[in-house]
């Protein structure tokens, strides 16, 4: 289909596009990669009076890591990301989850904080970002503010985000030693969204018990969410098979499961206890320096 008409505008700051936001109160919407809204606009599921491009602003394409933690701008590629070497290094999980998302063309285009905004249930990025402590750096007109991960993802395809703001960048703390991270996904094979995704993230004490536990599950319900019984349940343990699958079986607990022509309540259940399984085992294997668990 051809989308509704839109007005155009590719500002050359992020106060021009504030400035834009606030012309069309609400009727605007942003263009990043645009691997998520075009589709959209071409079924007509969006008609916003204006799209405001982006991809004119300076300094907005960049991964930095500064006082502990790494930064990533707007513009930034998903397919930069998967790029990173120092990413790779220190947040695995990140990284494997940029390689799934789509295909390459979307991944070249497509960008990480643009997928973040657009709070898609099934989108690969929610999940990592819950593993990952993210915050989200906000710029509108009543000025700069930072959303923590667990205030962003309001409700499908909503995020915190007002509709007079811009996302600028999303940041998150270099995980410490002792870590491991791991994606581990269940995709639509002609879509390549998650029917079910799993972001883990597992810190060891030297003892060798779980110090700290981060999971984030999407695909799964309306919302992506943070599997905090997953992770109460392992904190304080020693992370043998046993507790990794006594953790793993707590993953879609207070969740509204969603059921559909690709995978029932049940079975989607299912998966996601499998798959938080397995990327536990991924996570604490890492965390050990050992190879991967077999699949």
Same mark, same amino acid.
């Given at each position: 289909?051809?989308?509704?008409?839109?007005?155009?505008?590719?500002?050359?700051?992020?106060?021009?596009?504030?400035?834009?936001?606030? #012309?069309?109160?609400?009727?605007?919407?942003?263009?990043?990669?645009?691997?998520?809204?075009?589709?959209?606009?071409?079924?007509?599921?969006?008609?916003?009076?204006?799209?405001? !491009?982006?991809? #004119?602003?300076?300094?907005?394409?960049?991964?930095?890591? !500064?006082? *502990?933690?790494?930064?990533?701008?707007?513009?930034?590629?998903?397919?930069?990301?998967?790029?990173?070497?120092?990413?790779?290094?220190?947040?695995?999980?990140?990284?494997?989850?940029? *390689?799934?998302?789509?295909?390459?063309?979307?991944?070249?285009? *497509?960008?990480?904080?643009? $997928?973040?905004?657009?709070?898609? /249930?099934? &989108?690969?990025? /929610?999940?990592?970002?819950? %593993?990952?402590?993210?915050?989200?750096?906000?710029?509108?007109?009543?000025? %700069?503010?930072?959303?923590?991960?667990?205030?962003?993802?309001?409700?499908?395809?909503?995020? %915190?985000?007002?509709? !007079?703001?811009?996302?600028?960048? =999303?940041?998150?703390?270099?995980?410490?030693?002792?870590?491991?991270?791991?994606?581990?996904?269940?995709?639509?094979?002609? $879509?390549?969204?998650?029917?079910?995704? =799993?972001?883990?993230?597992?810190?060891?004490?030297? +003892? &060798?018990?779980?110090? @700290?536990? @981060?999971? &984030?599950?999407? &695909?799964? *319900? /309306?919302?992506?969410? #943070?599997?905090?019984?997953?992770?109460? %349940?392992?904190?304080?343990? @020693?992370?043998?098979?046993? +507790?990794?699958?006594?953790?793993?079986?707590?993953?879609?607990?207070?969740?509204? =499961?969603?059921?559909?022509?690709?995978? $029932?309540?049940?079975?989607? $259940?299912?998966?996601? @206890?499998?798959?938080?399984? #397995?990327?536990?085992?991924?996570?604490?294997?890492?965390?050990?320096?050992? /190879?991967?668990?077999?699949?």
């Amino acid at each position: 289909m051809i989308p509704a008409a839109f007005e155009y505008h590719a500002p050359t700051s992020v106060d021009e596009a504030i400035a834009l936001l606030q #012309r069309y109160d609400g009727e605007a919407k942003i263009l990043a990669g645009g691997h998520s809204l075009l589709p959209m606009l071409k079924l007509r599921l969006l008609q916003p009076a204006a799209l405001v !491009d982006l991809g #004119r602003i300076p300094n907005l394409r960049y991964i930095r890591r !500064d006082d *502990g933690q790494f930064t990533i701008g707007a513009l930034t590629s998903h397919a930069e990301v998967e790029a990173s070497a120092a990413l790779a290094q220190a947040a695995r999980v990140l990284v494997e989850a940029e *390689g799934l998302v789509a295909d390459v063309q979307v991944r070249n285009r *497509g960008t990480l904080c643009g $997928s973040l905004a657009h709070a898609d /249930p099934a &989108g690969d990025p /929610p999940a990592v970002a819950y %593993a990952l402590d993210c915050e989200f750096q906000v710029q509108g007109a009543g000025g %700069a503010r930072v959303v923590p991960v667990d205030e962003w993802f309001v409700d499908t395809l909503q995020s %915190a985000l007002e509709p !007079d703001e811009v996302l600028t960048a =999303v940041r998150f703390p270099v995980p410490p030693p002792r870590t491991g991270s791991a994606y581990r996904k269940f995709e639509q094979p002609a $879509s390549h969204y998650a029917l079910v995704g =799993v972001a883990a993230l597992v810190t060891l004490d030297e +003892a &060798g018990t779980v110090a @700290r536990c @981060r999971v &984030g599950i999407t &695909g799964v *319900g /309306p919302v992506a969410y #943070r599997a905090q019984g997953v992770e109460e %349940a392992l904190v304080g343990r @020693r992370p043998e098979a046993a +507790a990794l699958a006594e953790a793993a079986e707590r993953a879609v607990e207070g969740v509204d =499961v969603l059921g559909d022509l690709h995978a $029932s309540v049940p079975y989607r $259940s299912h998966l996601a @206890r499998v798959y938080t399984r #397995r990327a536990l085992a991924a996570a604490v294997a890492r965390a050990l320096g050992q /190879p991967d668990p077999g699949e």
